[in-house]
Antibody, heavy 121, light 107 residues
């Protein structure tokens, strides 16, 4: 059974930093790209970032470039999202989502329950 | 960026009735279109990919159709567990984009 579990969310002040983690199980982690997708309170879904199965390819939505960094540790079945220079508009539930392919983001066949990030003073 | 527009925003349907949801892309996405279901407090669940292929474990009452810029998701006979928000997502053009969602509520 595929499981996706995010952690690391919380309350942070504007300009602050936070690192999210996502631990997965039930599939060969290195064979699958992973993405982070966020959802502001009461709003729709917004793709944030992607990393390929081997970690050699990654990309970000324009509003996150230069502030967010995605990485993965295939020995720990874990993907991370380092978020710096956080803004109020980054407040959202952050979901970790599994891609069925190794490279290039596609659709997402499994999602976690999400972790809430609140940026406020 | 490919803008995905879903309609209607809210759909009121009685249990057992048919529901048809629409998704329009601002440019062609071929058949690279997925549908998700999201219930309160949960992450999205993949229903359809490739515009018309049901994901593993998805009941046959869910069907997807379309290509290019016009897509539909049909739920043939709504069950109580189907009342939720539905999102479409294109994966043909960069960046990946989602529609704004359609909430299917009990009439």
């Amino acid at each position: 059974e595929v499981q996706v579990l995010e952690s690391g969310g919380g309350l942070v002040q504007p300009g602050g930093s936070l690192r999210l983690s996502c631990v997965v199980s039930g599939f060969t982690f290195s064979n699958c790209a992973m993405s982070w997708v966020r959802q502001a309170p009461g709003k729709g879904l917004e793709w944030v970032s992607f990393i390929s199965g081997g970690g050699g390819s990654r990309d970000y939505a324009d509003s996150m470039k230069g502030r967010f960094t995605i990485s993965r540790d295939n020995s720990k079945n874990t993907v991370y999202l380092q978020m710096n220079s956080l803004r109020a508009e980054d407040t959202a539930i952050y979901y970790c989502a599994k891609d069925p392919r190794e490279s290039n983001p596609y659709y997402f066949d499994y999602w976690g329950q999400g972790t809430l990030v609140t940026v406020s003073s | 960026e490919t803008v995905m527009t879903q309609s209607p925003v809210t759909l009121s349907v009685s249990p057992g009735e048919r529901a048809t949801l629409s998704c329009r892309a601002s440019q062609s996405v071929k058949n690279n279109l997925a549908w998700y279901q999201q219930k309160p407090g949960q992450g999205p669940r993949l229903l359809i990919y490739g515009a018309s292929t049901r994901a593993t474990g998805i009941p046959a009452r869910f069907s997807g159709f379309g290509s290019g810029t016009e897509f539909t998701l049909t739920i043939s006979s709504l069950q109580s567990e189907d009342f939720a928000v539905y999102y479409c997502q294109q994966y043909d053009n960069w960046p990946l984009t989602f529609g704004g969602g359609t909430k299917v509520e009990i009439k």
